[in-house]
Structures are given as structure tokens and as C-alpha cells.
């Protein structure tokens, strides 16, 4: 045996927290996005948790699907900001105030 | 205490410190050093969890390709120029405030949980029965995620276009 369930839970909480903190806090679009996959990766963990704690497979199943979505959410998102930038010459949030086509 | 749960806590650790120095970096590139650290540390935890095929994932694809790909686009911003130099109290307050309530709802769920002072037990699956899993089981959402590939591949290529390569190639 390893370690209590709710250590691995506990863990994925504290991940997920950082994650957090580092979007709301942070005024740079590309930590912003940094924050994202942090909270992707502690919801990764909690799964990998549950699934050895049920012994069951679905767990794992679900984090090859978040590795997909995360892959995604970052291509989509990186091409976002490079778009952003090259409209406004800036990747910090507050100056994106025009609305215009 | 055996050597399992030494390994878990030292990995625990290692992961905290490195996400916490990524979210607290100025530069965006050590931001992204930092997380490359982190994300091989959630790694061997997830060799530890009993999944050495989603290490390896782990490995190529997050510590890999995604934080390659942000390297890349911090290099190509060259955007680095100051805008947080200070430690403005005005962000840090409320994100401080909103992670550390989230963080003592998530203790209140974790601990009044019957199941969380379980112990966890050693188990590990190998690729071939996990791949039979996935494509039997679950082979409508693997067609679901291709399908979601597909359009981020689609979206990155439109909108990473330049403005004037466009309007050449519409004209």
C-alpha cells in the first residue's frame, strides 16, 4: 500500500489551488494560460487517485482524455494570444478595452 | 512508513515547490522551466499510481510538446517588457483569497470523506490492457477527442496566419 487516498486528493487540491491563483493573479496571458494546464494536471492526479482506489481503469481512461483536451486547449489558446498580440502589440488582458473588428 | 509513501511525499513535495516557483516567476520562460519540473514530477506519480504508459505520456506530450510550444511563443512575442515589476497587491490579494477558500472547501470535502483514510494499493496496468480498455470501452470518446484534434489543428492554422499572407492567398 501506498499512502492514504485523501493524500493523493489532498495533493490534487493543492495543484489544482496554485492553478488558481496563478489566473486570477496573474496579468499575462500566457501565465494565464500556464494556470490552466496546472489545474488540468491537479485534476489529472485526483483521477489517477480514484482509479487506483476503486481499481478500476475509467480513471486512467479519463486522464489520456484531459492529456487531449489540454493539448488542444493549448494550441487553440497559444494561436489566440499570438493573434491578440500582433492586434494590440501586448499580452496583458487590461489593454484589450477596443471593441472593433 | 514504506518506501512507497517516502517516494509519494518526496514527489509531493517536489511538485508543490516547482509549481509554486512557476506561478511566481516574472519571466514567462522560467515560469515555463519550472513547470516543465513540475510536470515530470506528476509524472513519476503517475508511475507510482500504477500507470507507467501515462508517465510516458506525461513526459512526451505535457513536459514535451506543450511546454515546447509555450517556449516557442514566449520567444516569438519578445513581450517581456516589465509589465509586472512589482508585486502588485492588487492582483495577489484576491487570487491569495480565492485559492486559499477553495483550497479549505476542498480540505472540508477531502476530510469528511469515509473514504479517504483508505490506503491506496499497489497496482499497475500495462499498455496492452489499458489500449483494450480504451478502444473497447470508451472508443466513442477517443473519436470524440480525434474529432477535437482535428478542429484545434484547424483553428491554430487560421488564426496563426499573418494578416497579409491571407488576404494574398484570397486574392
Redesign the interface.
Known sequence: ???????????A??????????V?????L??I???V??ML?GA??AF??S???W?R?EG??F???I??????????G??????A??RSG???PDTYNVLKG | MNVYALIFYATAALITAATVLAITRRRAVHSVLFLVISFLGSAMLFYLLGSPFLAALQVIIYAGAIMVLFLFVVMMLKAEHGEENKFPWRFWGPGLLVGFLFFAAICVAVFSDPSGPVPLNLAMVTPKEFGRFVFEQYWLSVEIISLLLLLGLLAAIHLGKERGRVEEGQG
Open positions: 500500500m501506498i499512502v492514504p487516498y485523501g493524500h493523493v486528493l489532498s495533493l487540491g493543492i495543484i489544482f489551488c496554485l492553478g488558481l491563483v496563478c486570477v493573479a496573474r496579468r499575462n500566457i501565465m494560460l500556464i494556470g494546464e496546472i494536471n489529472a492526479i489517477m487517485g482509479g487506483l482506489l481499481q481503469l486512467q481512461a486522464v489520456l482524455f492529456l487531449g483536451i489540454a493539448a488542444t486547449e493549448v494550441s487553440v497559444l494561436a489566440l494570444v499570438l493573434h498580440y500582433r501586448s499580452v496583458d
